[in-house]
């Protein structure tokens, strides 16, 4: 498999963006939203993700009316 193709299943796989924007022009969900979160995987002392990252996400969906979240651990 060359790089371009591994680079292309990587991003689709991990943040499936263009298949979700496909679902929503076809009526299958709503419209996709406009912010993207990540966070690291492995945080040694969680308390800033906690009590401030979280529940900056979390009023930012709210702002944006997501009804839905897909969380993929990568």
Sequence with gaps: MSAAARQWLERICALPLERLEELARQNNIGEVAASHYS??????????????????IIQNLKDEEVDVLALVPV
């Design 39 to 56: 966070t690291m995987g492995y945080i040694l002392d969680p308390t800033e993700l906690l009590d401030d990252t979280t529940p900056k």
